[in-house]
């Protein structure tokens, strides 16, 4: 699990262990440049593509399957969408 220095504490530490991840979290105090920005950029990415799809930013369904089925659906168009601009 990739976080940022705000996580840095080792109860957090625990938690990923416990759930059997290994957690790479930036230590408070140390220098930037670790190389963990890289990985956490792509996450926020992600969630960014995701938000360009109105019913994914501002939830309106109260069922989490049909939330979920539409996540689905934008992971799918956010994937077609990359494939199809390389070829």
């Not at 940022?4 to 230590?27: E, F, S």
């Not at 939330?67 to 799918?76: D, M, P, Q, S, V």
């Amino acid at each position: 699990m990739y976080t940022d220095r705000g996580y840095d504490h080792d109860k957090y530490r625990r938690q990923v262990r416990a759930l059997g991840g290994t957690p790479v979290i930036a230590r408070r105090g140390t220098e930037h440049g670790s190389g963990l920005g890289v990985h956490h950029w792509v996450a926020e990415a992600a969630f960014a593509l995701l938000y360009w799809f109105r019913r994914l930013r501002i939830r309106w369904e109260i069922r989490g399957d049909i939330h979920r089925a539409f996540l689905t659906l934008g992971c799918a168009i956010i994937c077609w969408r990359r494939l199809h601009a390389r070829s």
